[in-house]
T-cell receptor, first 112, second 108 residues
Framework: NAGVTQTPKFQVLKTGQSMTLQCAQD?????MSWYRQDPGMGLRLIHYSVGAGITDQGEVPNGYNVSRSTTEDFPLRLLSAAPSQTSVYFC???????????FGSGTRLTVV | GENVEQHPSTLSVQEGDSAVIKCTYSDSASNYFPWYKQELGKGPQLIID?????GEKKDQRIAVTLNKTAKHFSLHITETQPEDSAVYFCAAGHQFYFGTGTSLTVIP
């Protein structure tokens, strides 16, 4: 099915561990973004990409890395997990800057 | 950067009544304003959007209005139904900035 696929759906990490959240889309979208969602704070942009090989920081980039080697994939890496990174993470993609996003179903991450 | 404020944070209406959610933004260069609906346990889904060259847009029971001079835009849902219950988000600034969400409950 066409759309944005995120894996895993749930993850528990210990403080200091690292991991990669996977995101893939099959709609040939150029723009891809990662958001985190925390209660009462809406969706906050972590990193975004406007095409393969191009990434940039969003509003809350600290503690996260991204890369975009292909149009389809945009993984998010947590370098050394902290309890403050407990959140729901959403990946989204779109044709261009002023078009609606298609969101994945999210990854619920708990850091203990 | 852009600052998007959304009100109210919670809204309860009787089935069949109308619901209005308002957002303000700060960057006059913003020219695309989408609205998303998020159901429990799911990712947000685009339900309607408007660009700065248009003042109002309708899609069945949903409408969005934009006032660029005042820098605010609103979501209007008429004849609400229980399945409209969800969290709604507005966005601006090339969608880098989202409002904090409105939890809408439609009471049967």
């Amino acid at each position: 099915n066409a759309g944005v696929t995120q894996t895993p759906k749930f993850q528990v990490l210990k403080t200091g561990q690292s991991m990669t959240l996977q995101c893939a889309q099959d709609m040939n979208h150029e723009y891809m973004s990662w958001y985190r969602q925390d209660p009462g704070m809406g969706l906050r942009l972590i990193h975004y990409s406007v095409g393969a090989g191009i990434t940039d920081q969003g509003e809350v980039p600290n503690g996260y890395n991204v890369s975009r080697s292909t149009t389809e994939d945009f993984p998010l890496r947590l370098l050394s997990a902290a309890p403050s990174q407990t959140s729901v993470y959403f990946c989204a993609s779109t044709f261009g800057r002023d078009y609606g996003y298609t969101f994945g179903s999210g990854t619920r991450l708990t850091v203990v | 950067g852009e600052n998007v404020e959304q009100h109210p944070s919670t809204l309860s209406v009787q089935e069949g009544d109308s619901a209005v959610i308002k957002c303000t933004y700060s960057d006059s260069a913003s020219n695309y304003f989408p609205w998303y609906k998020q159901e429990l346990g799911k990712g947000p889904q685009l339900i309607i959007d408007i660009r700065s060259n248009v003042g109002e847009k309708k899609d069945q029971r949903i409408a969005v209005t934009l006032n660029k001079t005042a820098k605010h835009f609103s979501l209007h849902i008429t004849e609400t139904q229980p399945e409209d219950s969800a969290v709604y988000f507005c966005a601006a600034g090339h969608q880098f900035y989202f409002g904090t969400g409105t939890s809408l409950t439609v009471i049967p």
